[in-house]
């Protein structure tokens, strides 16, 4: 898609001149609790709304379902994974309970302000630590 010839693109508040913008947060220090399958969704849900997103579909993956003998029990594996799409791209949430870490990328050809989704996601997952990255993508 051209974003400069595209008037139907910029109806979706596409950046013009790149495709598009991703924030990667690295959260530590969080609060395990919140690293349910509920939790995350309504985290999806909050954060779209605050970053002016339009929600598709959201899978899974984690150990809910799996027989105990199957369950992940490495620091690096044991949490809940999650894919929310969204209309111009997708946010991904990796999430390790033993290690307390959130790991979210939000990456959409719509432009959002990256300090609000930081600061709700800190403060969603409790975290102590957040280690922010923002990238053009061009």
Request: proline share 2%; aromatic share 10%.
């Amino acid at each position: 898609m051209n974003v400069d010839d595209n008037s139907e693109g910029k109806d979706l508040g596409l950046i013009p001149g790149q495709y598009g913008i991703e924030l990667i947060l690295d959260l530590h220090g969080c609060d395990a609790a919140k690293f349910t399958r509920d939790s995350i969704t309504e985290y999806f849900e909050r954060l779209c709304v605050l970053i002016d997103m339009q929600r598709e579909d959201l899978h899974f993956w984690d150990d809910e379902g799996v027989s105990e003998e199957d369950k992940q029990t490495s620091p690096h594996t044991q949490g809940t994974s999650a894919v929310q799409f969204i209309l111009t791209s997708s946010i991904v949430i990796h999430t390790l309970d033993q290690l307390r870490a959130v790991y979210i990328n939000i990456f959409s050809c719509k432009a959002y302000d990256p300090k609000v989704a930081e600061q709700f996601s800190v403060e969603w997952f409790g975290a102590t630590d957040c280690s922010a990255r923002f990238l053009d993508r061009v």
